[in-house]
T-cell receptor, first 110, second 114 residues
C-alpha cells in the first residue's frame, strides 16, 4: 500500500462547478498535509497546507482534514479552465520531508 | 531574486556518462531539497541540506548519486555512470527556517539517458 493515495483521474468538471479532490494516507503519525498544483511540464507550486482537523479556506480553495479517517481533500469552488492541472497531495511527519501522492488530473471544461 | 533556479533545464546523455545539475535556492532559504519525478508520479524525495550539512538521504539514492552544498548556497547533484532508469525530472526546492513546510520548487532539470 502506497503511503499517500490519490485517484489519478482525470476528474472532469464544468466551468463554475465545485471540484473535489481526495487523498488518503497510511501513516497515522502524519502531522502536516499539503496540496500542490502542477501544470503540465511545470514544477509543483504550493496551494495550501493544513495541520488540524476541520476546514481551512483560502479564496476559492478549501482544504479539509479528517485525521481519524486519514483523509484530506481539496475543494475548488467556481472552477475555471485555468485550474486544469494535476493536484498533488503530500504529507509530512516531523522532519518536513513530504511524501507525495501520484496526483489527480483535473480538467475544467468551458 | 525571483525564485529557485536550476541548470541545465534539459540534459541528454548516453548511458554510462556522468552528469551534474545545479540548483540555486531562494537567497534567504537555508533548506534545500532534491526530488526526482517520473511521468505520472509525484516527486520522490532524494536528499536535503540545512545550510551546508546534508541531513537526510533517501534509500532511493544509490551510490551513483552524490549531492553537495559546499557553502550553504547553491547545490549540485551528480549522477555517475548514468542508466536509462535515471531518466526523469530532477527537481530542487528550498524553504526558510521560519517556514520549513513551505517549499518552493525550481523549474527542474529533465534528464534523458539514451
Amino acid at each position: 500500500q502506497k503511503e499517500v493515495e490519490q485517484n489519478s483521474g482525470p476528474l472532469s468538471v464544468p466551468e463554475g462547478a465545485i471540484a473535489s479532490l481526495n487523498c488518503t494516507y497510511s501513516d497515522r503519525g502524519s502531522q502536516s498535509f499539503f496540496w500542490y498544483r502542477q501544470y503540465s511540464g511545470k514544477s509543483p507550486e504550493l496551494i495550501m497546507f493544513i495541520y488540524s482537523n476541520g476546514d481551512k479556506e483560502d479564496g476559492r480553495f478549501t482544504a479539509q482534514l479528517n485525521k481519524a479517517s486519514q483523509y484530506v481533500s481539496l475543494l475548488i469552488r467556481d472552477s475555471q479552465p485555468s485550474d486544469s492541472a494535476t493536484y498533488l497531495c503530500a504529507v509530512t511527519r516531523g522532519s518536513y520531508i513530504p511524501t507525495f501522492g501520484r496526483g489527480t488530473s483535473l480538467i475544467v471544461h468551458p | 531574486d525571483t525564485g529557485v533556479s536550476q541548470n541545465p533545464r534539459h540534459k541528454i546523455t548516453k548511458r554510462g556518462q556522468n552528469v551534474t545539475f545545479r540548483c540555486d535556492p531562494i537567497s534567504e532559504h537555508n533548506r534545500l531539497y532534491w526530488y526526482r519525478q517520473t511521468l505520472g508520479q509525484g516527486p520522490e524525495f532524494l536528499t536535503y541540506f540545512q545550510n551546508e550539512a546534508q541531513l537526510e538521504k533517501s534509500r532511493l539514492l544509490s551510490d551513483r548519486f552524490s549531492a553537495e552544498r559546499p557553502k550553504g548556497s547553491f547545490s549540485t547533484l551528480e549522477i555517475q555512470r548514468t542508466e536509462q532508469g535515471d531518466s526523469a525530472m530532477y527537481l530542487c526546492a528550498s524553504s526558510s527556517s521560519s517556514s520549513y513546510n513551505e517549499q518552493f520548487f525550481g523549474p527542474g532539470t529533465r534528464l534523458t539517458v539514451l
